[in-house]
């Protein structure tokens, strides 16, 4: 197993639906905002283009490469952010978990184009059903997550780490599970 690398290595920015606390705070205890917080309160268009202006200054702004954290809406909104955005903006994202994403969302308010987020990404779904959230899942190329998890001490920093940690773990489980398969593919032929 490789080292993970040291757990400061993200800027942390936050997407959020106002009105009640992320889901992230209640299954682990992290804050409500980390890093960088852009909160979401859209429900035109043009609040959309705000909010996206307000985003990719979040992003721009990030000293080191971001790790994207969404909740409900914001998951929609991040995803339609990440497929519509210029390149370079995008490139900073080094991945996203998204929490408990909803579809609360005005009809049309963040319809995207149907392709893989361009960064990896974790959907971390609450409870014990993947029944509605597979097709954003699957339409946003992530790896989903179940959890039933309750909140756990911890706050501030360290609980921000704690995210990051739970992301690099992750994805490196991803990434050793698709090697494991092309080497078993591989070793088929």
């Known amino acids: 197993m490789i080292a993970l690398a040291p757990t400061d290595r993200f800027s942390i920015v936050t997407v959020l639906d106002s009105g009640r606390p992320p889901a ?9 905002t980390g ?21 990719d200054t979040a992003v721009r702004g990030a000293d080191r490469a971001v790790l994207l954290v969404a909740d409900g809406l914001g998951c929609a909104a991040s995803a339609w952010w990440a497929r519509l955005s210029p390149a370079d903006y995008v490139d900073r994202i080094a991945g996203a978990l998204l929490f408990a994403p909803n579809e609360g969302a005005e009809p ?11 960064f990896p990404s974790l959907v971390i ?31 501030g920093a360290v609980a921000w ?27 088929r032929r």
């Open 24 to 32: 992230w705070a209640t299954m682990f205890g992290w804050p409500a």
């Open 35 to 55: 890093g960088e917080a852009v909160p979401l309160s859209v429900r035109s268009a043009g609040d959309r283009t705000r909010w996206a202006a307000r985003l």
């Open 108 to 118: 049309g308010l963040f319809d995207s184009p149907q392709t893989r987020l361009p």
């Open 125 to 155: 779904q609450p409870g014990a059903a993947a029944t509605p959230v597979q097709a954003a899942v699957d339409d946003w190329g992530s790896r989903l997550v179940i959890g039933a998890r309750e909140r756990q001490r911890g706050s």
């Open 161 to 187: 780490r704690q995210a990051q940690r739970l992301f690099l773990r992750l994805t490196e489980q991803v990434v050793a599970h698709d090697v494991d398969r092309a080497h078993a593919i591989a070793g």
